[in-house]
């Protein structure tokens, strides 16, 4: 099977964790896009969705899902999104696609994160794929000076020859080389740089459950 159908055979498992008539936060990138082909399937059966990114709510609303502003929703039984990396216990690296903090912000509002991806994103040790940082723009140099001493190599994600800027109007740190024994200690820590406004560490609050999308068929870890 090639990635794109693991993605999409862990997207099909996904909706059995869709409450009915309730609201569902919908992550960002190539999984949760499959996510949300498959979630127009049921429309009729979803109340109303928070998307974590601009690409996400473009793609609900151009399946006619309606999408509500977070500050308006005090309670959501899932957020389903994928992941960058993953361990067994749950920790994650997210942020491939630039949208680690609002994914952060909705996955916090929500009383289960069901993380989906495809089995290669299942690790023994985080930071392999290169963690994403999110900060300030008039901080990206400091910030990257502080990642570099604690032992990685921060490098500024640029997007046809300018820094990329996100959702949120800020830059990313790529750091590479970072063996994260700790993930909720470095989670906390990065957080703690002045000018970070997320890091892509999804440890203090990881995922609840884990489909993972394997040759032999769809895994569940919980
Ligand atoms: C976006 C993310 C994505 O969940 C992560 O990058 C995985 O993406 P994909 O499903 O395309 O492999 O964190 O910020």
New binding site residues.
């Given amino acids: 099977m090639t990635q794109d159908e693991l993605?999409l055979e862990v997207a099909k498992a996904a909706i059995a964790y869709v409450v009915e008539n309730e609201i569902v936060g919908v992550?960002?990138?190539?999984?949760?896009n499959f996510f949300i082909d498959e979630l127009a399937k049921i429309k009729h059966k979803v109340k109303a969705t928070v998307a974590s990114s601009e690409a996400t709510a473009a793609r609900l609303r151009a399946h006619g899902f309606e999408v509500l502003d977070l500050n308006d929703v005090t309670s959501m039984p899932v957020y389903i999104?994928?992941?960058?990396e993953i361990t067994a216990s749950g920790a994650m690296i997210?942020?491939?696609?630039?949208?680690?903090t609002r994914?952060k912000i909705v996955a916090s509002v929500a009383e289960k994160f069901i993380c989906i991806?495809d089995g290669s994103k299942l690790v023994e040790t985080l930071g392999k794929f290169p963690l994403p940082v999110e900060v300030i723009p008039m901080s990206h140099a400091v910030v990257a000076r502080k990642l570099n001493a604690i032992g990685g190599e921060a490098k500024l994600r640029m997007k046809d020859e300018k820094p990329l800027v996100t959702d949120n109007g800020n830059y990313i740190l790529d750091v590479h080389g970072m063996q994260i024994t700790d993930p909720v200690a470095m989670e906390a820590a990065i957080n703690n740089i002045v000018g970070v406004v997320t890091v892509?560490l999804f440890a203090a609050q990881g995922a609840n459950v884990c489909l993972l999308g394997m040759a032999e068929g769809v895994k569940t870890l919980q």
């Fill in positions: 993605k992550g960002t990138g190539s999984t949760a999104d994928g992941a960058d997210k942020g491939g696609g630039a949208a680690l994914e991806a892509g």
